[in-house]
């Protein structure tokens, strides 16, 4: 099994940073890519930043300039460093991995972590 544990989340004023950290663990033998979604009430889970293995990265235009994705390959940790908040930043950030495990040689299974969340307000 896979295991992925998010922090880093809290409230913050606009204008404000937050830095957010995935670290998976488990019976991990590689992971594709790793990525960061969020889920605001009412709405649908949406991808924020992705990035893969190789370090190719991708945004949602809302957060792209104020967002940066980054992942420590060795440790299987992804950062989501979130600059120049917004009100309509506010929701629950998730973890997304996709990994092949020690057991599912071959095959690749997304895994999420159980989320944080990220108020924006004045």
């Known amino acids: 099994q896979v295991q992925l544990v998010e922090s880093g989340g809290g409230s913050v004023q606009p204008g404000g940073s937050l830095r957010l950290s995935c670290a998976a663990s488990?019976?991990?033998?590689?992971?594709?890519?790793m990525g960061w979604y969020r889920q605001a009430p009412g709405k649908q889970r949406e991808l924020v930043a992705r990035?893969?293995?190789?370090?190719?990265?991708n945004y949602a235009g809302s957060v792209k300039g104020r967002f940066t994705i980054s992942r420590e390959n060795a440790k299987n940790t992804v950062y989501l460093r979130m600059n120049s908040l917004k009100p309509e930043d506010t929701a629950v950030y998730y973890c997304?991995?996709?990994?092949?495990?020690?057991?599912?040689?071959?095959?690749?299974?997304?895994?999420w972590g159980q989320g944080t969340q990220v108020t924006v307000s004045s």
């Open positions: 488990g019976s991990i033998f590689s992971i594709k890519a």
């Open positions: 990035i893969s293995s190789g370090g190719s990265t």
């Open positions: 997304n991995a996709e990994v092949t495990t020690t057991q599912t040689m071959g095959l690749i299974y997304p895994y």
